[in-house]
């Protein structure tokens, strides 16, 4: 088993004839994930590597069946285009865009609350299933199929260091989802976190966040109330300094909010195995499960 | 984007938020000049820096008269200005802004900032203004009034008098307080802010609403649609080499510590900055080169980690997934021919084409100490230095 995406899965992808469109759709289709349609308004009727390219969402899912889209289009269309796969029926909209401006995805946010379907991202790797469907840009090759570890993160890169520690220690994963950097994004670690826990093979939960926000400490409190499975956290940037922006938007200690320290307390509070140095995560992922 | 509050009072003034009269100068003579044309004394004269607490560091000061203007100018253009929000360092005072004096009746809060969690711009406000506006909120949060805007609705007229009546503004001063609010609220939308803040907001003696205050932050990400906005960055307020960094869509942020740091990914970076600390060193700053940085990218990440004198070790640390490992290897090896590496490197890398990144830094005869792991990395940096 996993959560959200599987062999079923039947993958669209919005800027498919870009160069990092292109790149990342061979890669996907290279793993094994089902890509039926590509999207790049005004190159409707051609082809990329035999995948038919139509010029609207709404064109591809009533030719194709799409049920999940993959967003690669530059920032200043992301919103639109987060927003064409919703309004077009799309049930799982994974956006690697990084840059959307904030504003974009307030609303964003408020239109996605009518409509029935998951946004993950902006500004994130995307999820895979390992073994079965890959949507996103992580490198494939790290990952090991059949579980027992559900793997949920706010970064890019540094979840494919845990991912890679988590092979290494012979333990599988179910799935994993970054859910990107942004302020303001679509799902939520909560919204993961439950799906893990309503899946029999999710059997362990690696949590990854990094500073700002208190995205981290709500999810603690939740595992704490509703997660029966044990999880391991690690937190970035508990070395950053205040008033700094690390890179994504929504990595920044403002005032005594969003410290690294506050999320680390509030986990071991919660119960969480937390690990405190990067490099040791495979280890304590491999005892506590 | 930070800007000055003279340019967030100019942007104030576009939008028909009330503000004093007031311009900013750069020496002496400009500022007694600007002075005698506000129309009578006292005036204030304060510091132009991008930090906050201006005040209580001696950057703001009343002006009796002309001469005084000009004294006050000589004390605080060109000193090192210290806030809690420069750091010890300071910031050197390159430019004042002039502006009237008011007769203060009362001094509010008042601020917009995007709320993450519900996804609205939430309005901020509270009688208790003038003070540190995070004490009142943890001391007595019961004192700040929160409106969450629906960002596609707008702000309604209720809203307007939650906050006014929250507030409670006197009468007299009723309807300028909400056409001001509503006004900053489209200031705020229309121009991407990130935060708008006015501490104090004031209500004169004679009940006109004022912003003495004004600070605007500006969604970086935003600027593609905000041409006119551009002008406003300040280079001066900025460090340089991250200024240099930015040239090349590095995000680079300069620390104190003396092991430099290159690293592919935000989360990554700050976990590597993490693991030098615990190995014992400390990190000289935070290097992103991103997921898709080229072989150019990583050459000047790497130059400009070496322009800083305080680093006396390098860490590089590649996750290869859209950036290849063997693309990163030319990058380090055509920065080590132009610069020149006489401190010592060491290179942990894993993922895409690793095995082809490897075999470049083996063949390039530069002399860099490889690690199997990140624990090795760091054990291995922190012994370097």
Avoid: W
Avoid at chain 2, 58 to 73: F, I, M, Q, R, Y
């Amino acid at each position: 088993m996993s959560i959200f995406v599987n062999k079923e899965t039947k993958l669209l992808v919005q800027g498919i004839t870009g160069r990092e469109g292109q790149f990342h759709t061979r890669q996907c289709v290279e793993y094994g994930t089902n890509v039926v349609a590509g999207v790049t308004p005004g190159k409707g009727g051609q082809d990329m590597d035999g995948i038919p390219v139509f010029n609207t969402v709404r064109n591809a899912v009533e030719a194709t069946g799409a049920n999940a889209s993959l967003i690669f289009v530059p920032p200043p269309f992301g919103a639109d285009a987060i927003m064409e796969a919703a309004d077009a029926g799309v049930d799982m909209i994974v956006a690697i865009t990084e840059g959307i401006p904030v504003m974009d995805m307030l609303k964003v946010k408020h239109f996605l609350a009518t409509k029935k379907c998951r946004l993950i991202g902006p500004n994130c790797p995307g999820i895979i299933t390992p073994g079965e469907c890959k949507i996103g840009i992580m490198p494939g090759k790290i990952h090991m199929a059949g579980g027992p570890v559900g793997v949920v993160s706010r970064s890019g890169t540094l979840t494919y260091e845990v991912v890679d520690q988590l092979t290494k220690q012979g333990l599988g994963q179910t799935t994993c989802i970054g859910i990107g950097g942004d302020p303001v994004n679509g799902t939520n670690f909560i919204d993961v976190l439950e799906a893990f826990e309503k899946d029999p093979d999710t059997r362990g939960i690696v949590m990854v966040g990094e500073i700002g926000g208190n995205a981290e400490e709500k999810a603690a409190e939740y595992i704490k109330a509703h997660v029966t499975k044990p999880v391991v956290g690690f937190i970035a940037g508990l070395t950053a300094p205040p008033g700094r922006r690390m890179g994504h938007a929504g990595a920044i200690i403002s005032g005594s909010s969003g410290t690294g320290q506050a999320k680390v307390e509030a986990m071991k509070a919660n119960g969480i195995h937390v690990c405190e140095n990067l490099g040791e995560i495979g280890e304590i992922s491999k005892k506590v499960f | 984007m930070k800007v000055h509050e003279y340019q967030a009072k100019e942007i104030f003034r576009k939008y028909g938020v009330p503000v004093p009269e007031g311009k900013v100068a750069f020496s002496r003579d400009e500022a007694q000049g600007i002075a005698d044309g506000l129309g009578g004394y006292p005036v204030v004269v304060k510091a132009q820096i991008h930090a906050g607490g201006r005040g209580k560091g001696g950057g703001v000061k009343l002006a009796a008269s002309n001469d005084e203007v000009g004294t006050l100018t000589d004390e605080i253009l060109g000193m090192n200005l210290v806030t809690h929000q420069t750091g010890p360092e300071g910031k050197e005072v390159k430019k004042i802004l002039v502006e009237a004096g008011q007769k203060i009746a009362s001094e509010l809060y008042l601020s917009l900032l995007v709320d993450r969690e519900s996804a609205c711009i939430v309005i901020m406000a509270s009688r208790e203004g003038g003070m540190d506006i995070e004490a009142v909120a943890s001391k007595t949060p019961e004192k700040i009034i929160k409106v969450y805007v629906d960002p596609l609705c707008g702000i309604q007229g209720y809203q307007l008098r939650d906050v006014a009546f929250g507030l409670d503004i006197p009468s007299k001063a009723m309807k300028q307080f909400s056409a001001m609010l509503k006004q900053l609220y489209t200031l705020f939308v229309e121009n991407d802010c990130s935060l708008v803040e006015i501490n104090p907001l004031i209500i004169t003696e004679d009940d006109q609403v004022l912003a003495l205050d004004a600070k605007v932050d500006i969604d970086s990400n935003a600027m593609f649609r905000h041409k006119d906005l551009l002008s406003l960055r300040d280079l001066d307020e900025e460090d340089p080499q991250e200024v240099e960094a930015s040239k090349f869509n590095l995000n680079y942020i300069n620390l104190d510590g003396n092991v430099g740091n290159i690293v592919n990914g935000a989360g990554l970076a700050m976990a590597t900055m993490d693991i030098i600390k615990n190995a014992g060193a400390e990190p000289a700053n935070f290097m992103d080169v991103g997921g898709g940085a080229t072989a150019e990218m990583v050459e000047n990440a790497l130059r400009i980690i070496l322009m800083d004198q305080k680093v006396k070790a390098v860490l590089i640390n590649i996750f290869g997934g859209i950036l290849r490992c063997d693309v990163f290897a030319e990058g380090v090896v055509q920065a080590a021919k132009k610069t020149g590496i006489n401190i010592p490197v060491v290179v942990r890398m894993e993922g895409t084409n690793v095995e082809e990144g490897k075999r470049i830094l083996a063949e390039s005869g530069l002399n860099l100490t490889s690690a199997v792991d990140l624990k090795d990395a760091a054990a291995k940096v922190a012994a370097a230095v």
